[in-house]
């Protein structure tokens, strides 16, 4: 009851899944992904078993069609299951029981896999393809919503909607560089949760976004004396500390600062009473 993309981005290192459905915290049942190894969308009768053994599989560098031949030979329930799957190159695959609910079904290509049950039409899937295939210059994250968003308006689970998902993941991009899980949003009951989501992602991308180099400003001259200025007015005697403060110290640059964390330096108001 659900409708959902797993794909990867264009230089193989990121891997993901974004999902949307009628159903309470679809991001509990939905998706697995692990960096380097390949990712995963299970739903209709969920099967929630594959997330650990399609990963294992996909460990062994099996292919993502061989993937689902092998998760589904095994499963009797298969009739009422739908999967896809994305590995770290190649063709992505998708799967669709026989038994599932009108409508159901799904494409795949290269790095993608889109599939969905209890959709309003095949318009749905199709719309998600057109948009994926056409946003090739998004980051990963931005590219899956895009589709994810493309399904929901050609009208998505006809049902209705309550949550959506967003897991990507890649070597070393979680926070502080100590995890592989880059972003791991969820809405888990919303009147719509697909725009939410979107929001969502742009304040992920404020607080934990790194920096694009081309845009970094010499923190010196002028610019260095107004956010002296500005930081002794808000009661800090560092950039660091206020950074920390705000939860933007992914953002900071030595010797530099990021021209979104000066907007937000610059828009900051000392507390009340402080």
């Known amino acids: 009851m659900t409708f959902s993309i797993v ?28 960096a380097g190894v390949g990712a995963l969308a299970t739903q209709a009768f969920a099967n929630l078993a594959y997330r650990a053994q ?17 998760l589904t030979a095994a499963d009797a329930g298969r009739a ?26 799904g494409v795949a290509g290269d790095g993608y896999a889109i599939q969905g049950n209890i959709l309003a039409g095949p318009q749905v899937v199709a719309e998600m393809e ?31 909607r309550q949550s959506a998902a967003l897991l990507t993941v890649r070597r070393g991009a979680g926070y502080g560089g100590m995890s592989d899980v880059e972003v791991d949003l969820r809405v888990d009951d919303d009147a719509d949760p697909v725009a939410r989501m979107g929001g969502l992602i742009e304040l992920w991308d404020l607080y ?34 206020w950074a920390g403060v705000e939860n933007l110290e992914e953002r900071l640059v030595a010797g530099a600062i990021d021209p979104l964390v000066l907007e937000q330096l610059r828009a900051a108001q000392r507390p009340t009473g402080a």
């Open 208 to 241: 934990f976004g790194k920096p694009d180099p081309a845009t970094l400003l010499p923190l010196d001259g002028e610019l260095a004396a107004e956010v002296d200025a500005k930081l002794k007015a808000l009661g800090y005697d560092s950039l660091d500390a």
């Open 7 to 34: 794909g990867r981005s264009a230089d193989g290192q990121t891997l993901g899944i974004a999902v949307a459905s009628k159903f309470l915290a679809v991001g509990a049942a939905v998706p697995a992904a692990e």
């Open 80 to 105: 009422q299951r739908q999967l896809g799957v994305v590995g770290p190159n190649g063709d992505g695959a998708t799967y669709t029981g026989a038994e599932c609910f009108d409508w159901a079904g």
């Open 130 to 160: 057109r948009v994926w295939l056409g946003s090739g210059e998004l980051s990963l994250p931005r590219r899956l919503h895009a589709a994810l968003a493309a399904g929901d308006a050609a009208g998505g689970d006809r049902r209705g």
């Open 54 to 70: 399609g990963l294992a599989l996909l460990r062994t560098g099996t292919a993502a069609a061989d993937v689902i031949a092998g």
